[in-house]
T-cell receptor, first 113, second 109 residues
């Protein structure tokens, strides 16, 4: 049973550029959430997708956007990158119901220079 | 606003020395409290979900408990491979996960 997968593993971008990160959920899961984790901190919720729509959003600017595809995979897009966007980006998948446990992928390490 | 705190920030134990990690939370209506383990540079690994005060869950050397305001992760006779950051997260009904900052555990041989 494949778990949550993310690509790429590492990414280096220049300030002002745009980036797209990808996530495939655990088999059978239909909900995908994205988190940003700065070094030494807990993950911060960015947004959650269900049925190809953004269902909830955390306190992140509009530069952060996403998409969910019919096969439940998801993308996170960040425009106009800032140095402060450097972090580990985590994707988590879950069932809509009855269990809400979220299972995380290995993350994408984004470095903005 | 939801708030989750964890203590201590870091903990160093000798192999076999049991201890507890604390997660304190303030939410209006708790849907669930979740414990994760995270190794450096990797994604969090799910450990437990607790739903109501008085509930307990066990897995190998780990035992999680829940009260109305806090949760404890008890580690019995830890081994060096238990070294990791332990994260707790709370979910209010209809809301997303809110994570604490984590406790960095080091178990020395």
């Amino acid at each position: 049973d494949a778990g949550v997968t993310q690509s790429p593993t590492h990414l280096i971008k220049t300030r002002g550029q745009q980036v797209t990160l990808r996530c495939s959920p655990k088999s059978g899961h239909d909900t995908v959430s994205w988190y940003q984790q700065a070094l030494g901190q807990g993950p911060q919720f960015i947004f959650q997708y269900y049925e190809e729509e953004e269902r909830q959003r955390g306190n992140f600017p509009d530069r952060f956007s996403g998409h969910q595809f019919p096969n439940y995979s998801s993308e996170l897009n960040v425009n106009a990158l800032l140095l402060g966007d450097s972090a580990l980006y985590l994707c988590a998948s879950s069932f809509t119901a009855p269990s809400y446990e979220q299972y995380f992928g290995p993350g994408t390490r984004l470095t903005v220079t | 606003e939801d708030q989750v705190t964890q203590s201590p920030e870091a903990l160093r134990l000798q192999e076999g020395e049991s201890s507890s990690l604390n997660c304190s939370y303030t939410v209006s209506g708790l849907r669930g409290l979740f414990w994760y383990r995270q190794d450096p540079g990797k994604g969090p690994e799910f450990l437990f979900t607790l739903y109501s005060a008085g509930e307990e869950k066990e897995k190998e050397r780990l035992k999680a408990t829940l009260t109305k305001k806090e949760s404890f992760l008890h580690i019995t006779a830890p081994k060096p491979e238990d070294s990791a950051t332990y994260l707790c997260a709370v979910q209010e009904y209809g809301q997303n996960f809110v994570f604490g900052p984590g406790t960095r555990l080091s178990v020395l041989p």
